[in-house]
Nanobody, 124 residues
Framework: QVQLVESGGGPVQAGGSLRLSCAAS????????MGWFRQVPGKEREGIAT????????YYADSVKGRFTTSLDKTKTTLYLQMNSLKPGDTATYYC?????????????????WGQGTQVTVSS
């Protein structure tokens, strides 16, 4: 069965960096796009980054563009989110997800498999 397992979250000071990982298994990794989302209590889940199947294209929400970078390692079937210049407003639970097809999307409805989430807390 499809499994997505995130890791790498934790506390960090503003201006710092973190790298999140999402280990994928149970399907053909290079056949589907993937995305990163984040959510804070009381707010809707926000799509922040997406990568096409195989990793050839990426797209970012304006809120993270220029600070966050997503990539994937096909040999390790792992998705990454490098987060730099972190701000307190980036505090959230971060999720990775697998899309229904190869194309990218920042819409949560496009994704049918989700990781369990990892907490990122940025202090000022």
């Amino acid at each position: 069965q499809v499994q997505l397992v995130e890791s790498g979250g934790g506390p960090v000071q503003a201006g710092g960096s973190l790298r999140l990982s999402c280990a994928a298994s149970g399907y053909t990794f290079s056949a589907y796009s993937m995305g990163w989302f984040r959510q804070v209590p009381g707010k809707e889940r926000e799509g922040i980054a997406t990568i096409s199947a195989g990793g050839g294209s990426t797209y970012y929400a304006d809120s993270v563009k220029g600070r966050f970078t997503t990539s994937l390692d096909k040999t390790k079937t792992t998705l990454y989110l490098q987060m730099n210049s972190l701000k307190p407003g980036d505090t959230a639970t971060y999720y990775c997800a697998r899309g229904v097809a190869a194309a990218m999307s920042l819409l949560s409805g496009y994704y049918i498999y989700w990781g369990q989430g990892t907490q990122v807390t940025v202090s000022s």
